[in-house]
């Protein structure tokens, strides 16, 4: 059976494709690093044997992914990519298959669950205000709608993802925020209310396990808080 | 100080990006899903009063970001995007800037920290059985190279991602490998050997909470395996 075989045909490559590898390929092997110049699009095309439409197209993507950048007068210089620009376009369009959704709904959770550590290890004074104003704006707002309830709860949480310190951490669960939020109302069964009958761990819980810095409480704390969440991911992967 | 503001100044977006935008921005008004074909280049530039070379080039980043294929005698259609596809391109040139690459080295911690709830769930026989193959071969080769450890290692905690069952969590963490090996080796201070000196939690232990079914003891092992880890991004936080 060759269709079940895990490789990419090479007719699937186009020139394009050849090229766009071959000059990244380029880059790693003379250890090229940012700010340097780049060859010019008649150089590469000379050096490949290929037409210079081919070569611009190629150096169009490397732009687009944000490897290569062009500087007035200098030419093409590399650059640092944003690690996270292209995702949000990704996921902005809302193009991405079922299956991926479910995942990504599934990786915010475990983001959330693994972060603890250095979320005690990094928390500040200030950060547990900002987080103890949030919780006080839910607790006295309890009866407002639902929306409003929505963005305290994102507030929360997201709090807790800054107060983690680590930037790229913090702006991929900002992009994975509407997944989350389109997965959980579209794409999920709903949680099967009888089961959660049982205590939650609230908000004001969390936050006043961080402030008696109880990292243990806290990992049992959100773990539970999470739980229905969770247990709707799990049921799904049995069915 | 207006350079304080983080907003992204006018001047900076050139007419192609807001071009870039604008079809984005259709494809969402329109609710236009995977399948649909889009307007052809020269109607795109007749309705945004632009010339074909400048929706040309938006409608190539689109392709190379995934959102939109050109099928024979279809035009362009729009596609399900790789979500992972970008990031291998970005990481694979080791242009990411330091902090960055910190991120993703803590990242990746913060990911199998977080997944062991999912692990529990979805891990099956034959896991453990190939899990436990590859304990056995770390065990036997212990006098090997480095090389040849690392390999294991690597065989190792691989194998726990993909028992997660998650497959954007499993490609993304392939992805992150390399970045971990090179953040290791070159961008963090050693761990201080002298403050290792207790008994650490072996492959071998974790792989018999998996078997014995007991998610505590693996959490609690998991996290001391990867304290000297997390320890180094800590001190060097701190600093």
């Known amino acids: 059976m060759k269709k079940d075989l895990n490789i990419t045909p090479l007719n ?21 690093s940012v700010g340097d110049t780049i060859p010019k699009e008649l150089q590469f095309a000379e050096a490949l044997g290929v037409s210079r439409t081919v070569i611009r197209e190629a150096l169009s993507r490397l732009r687009t992914i ?21 995702f949000e376009k990704v996921i902005d369009t809302n193009l991405l298959e079922d299956e991926t959704l479910k995942d990504i709904f599934e990786l915010r959770l475990i983001l959330e669950m693994g972060m603890v550590d250095v979320l005690f290890a990094r928390k500040t004074k200030e950060d547990l205000k900002e987080l103890e104003e949030i919780v006080d704006r839910m607790e006295t707002n309890n009866s407002e709608s639902t929306i409003f309830k929505l963005e305290n709860e994102v507030a929360f949480h997201g709090k807790l993802y800054e107060m983690s310190g680590n930037k790229t951490l913090q702006r991929f669960q900002n992009l994975l925020l509407p997944v989350f939020q389109y997965v959980h109302e579209h794409k999920l069964p709903d949680a099967e209310p009888y089961k959660y009958s049982k205590k939650f761990t609230t908000h004001r ?23 229905p969440h969770l247990d709707r991911i799990l049921e799904k992967s049995k069915s």
């Open 66 to 86: 944000g490897i290569i950048d062009s500087k007035k007068h200098k030419g093409m210089v590399l650059s640092h990519p944003d690690f996270i620009q292209n």
């Open 205 to 227: 819980e969390l936050l006043n396990y961080l402030k008696e810095d109880d990292i243990k409480a806290f990992k049992k704390g959100l773990s539970n808080h999470l739980e």
């Open 12 to 32: 699937t490559l186009s020139l394009v494709d050849k090229v766009e590898m071959r000059i990244t390929q380029y880059i790693k092997d003379n250890n090229l």
